[in-house]
């Protein structure tokens, strides 16, 4: 009882330094995709999958449950028995844990080879790579969907790998239970992609159906932080107008909220043209223009901005606790 009472105590300054130094080495040395982790995760994601997916409601929540239950207590168990040994070394797990759940290098590469590719007047190469990093079919694209996909998926992952991340990690943080929010977000999120379905049939309905519906309820608040992040260092009336009444237009469920607030943020069309519509009054989100290379830029700008205004917060939290 003694590491639960007093984890908590050190939220502020251990909380913001953990995040600050995780963000710096990660800018400095990123992660592989394929690193040992990362790895080791997707391995027993899928082991767990193969040993409990029975088909039945009851296996698929069990399958959820111990697939994101056991590697996130276990996180927050060596936080406390390290914190018992000694705080520096909670804190060196503390920056271990988010340096490989939280940060831009993770997926920023596919954004900046694909940004420079269209900046050398390279549309082929922006399609490939674009494909690539997706894993669809791009080649038809034209330039106007290229950027549309590129601008959508790249604020997507920015809010996946960083700002929800970092809303979960404070949470569970201040309730005693270390870094743990940090691992529950990101496994989260990779089952439910992982666990969609595949040709053959598997996962089965029951399994994809638990992982979706958890990952809406653990995403619903920090995809409204990310949005509100969004609008307050971009354009607010706009991005707030367009979460409010057009996030179903963008996107399904939390995705159309961060999609709805960038459009809005940084004035540009994120939603594909009505046909039925093609003269869409200026109250529209299609009314906006349409993206343009410029407007990478814009979304870099705005995603660091958002970042230094929830570190800028948490800062002064830190402060003013101590």
Known sequence: MKAWA??????GPMGFLAILLALLIEQARPLSFNNPVHAGLRAWGRGVRRNLDAGQSSHGWLAWLLAVGVPSALAALIYHGLWELSGVLAFVWTVAVLYVTLGFRQFSHHFSEIRRSLEDGDERAAREQLAQWLRVDASALPRAELLRQVIEHS????????????????????????????????????????WRGRADGTPSEALR???????RWIDHVPARITALGFAVVGNFEEAVASWRADAERFAPGSDGVVLAATSGAINVRLTPQDPANPVPDETDPSARPEPQLAHLGSVVG??????????????????ARV
Do not use: D, K, Q
């Open 155 to 194: 604020v997507l992952a920015a809010h996946r790998h960083v700002f929800g991340v970092f809303v979960c990690f404070l949470v569970f943080w201040v309730i005693g239970l270390g870094p743990a929010g940090a691992v529950i977000y990101r496994l989260a999120e990779y089952l439910s992609r992982n």
């Open 209 to 215: 159906r638990a992982s979706a519906t958890a990952w």
């Open 6 to 11: 007093r984890g908590p105590t050190i939220i």
């Open 302 to 319: 705005l995603v660091w901005r958002a970042v230094v205004l929830w570190m800028l917060l948490l800062a002064l939290l830190t402060l």
